[in-house]
């Protein structure tokens, strides 16, 4: 999710109260493991050209846990 300011070792802050909207950014779980992906209803797209669009179908099992709201990560400092 590099193209939407989320690097890898972030920390996230999810809020699991927020509605999901079209165009959000979520954690989900399809088909039993976590991920972070922008939320279009009929699919889930990374933020990275390099990896592809995930179509959500019937009988696909897929659940929107929380909005991700924050990324927080480290600045690194030149000595």
């Known amino acids: ?12 802050v999810v809020d699991r109260a927020e509605r ?3 165009g959000a950014v979520v954690l989900a779980v399809l088909d039993g493991e976590f991920t972070i992906k922008q939320w279009v209803g ?4 990374p933020a990275n050209p390099a990896y592809p669009r ?3 179908h019937a009988g ?3 659940e929107i846990w929380g909005v991700v ?3 927080i990560h480290p600045v690194s400092c030149s000595r």
């Open 60 to 62: 696909r099992d897929f």
């Open 42 to 45: 009929d699919a889930l797209l």
């Open 69 to 71: 709201m924050y990324a």
């Open 20 to 22: 999901a909207r079209h």
């Open 1 to 12: 999710m590099k193209d939407a300011g989320i690097l890898s070792g972030d920390i996230l």
């Open 54 to 56: 995930i179509p959500l």
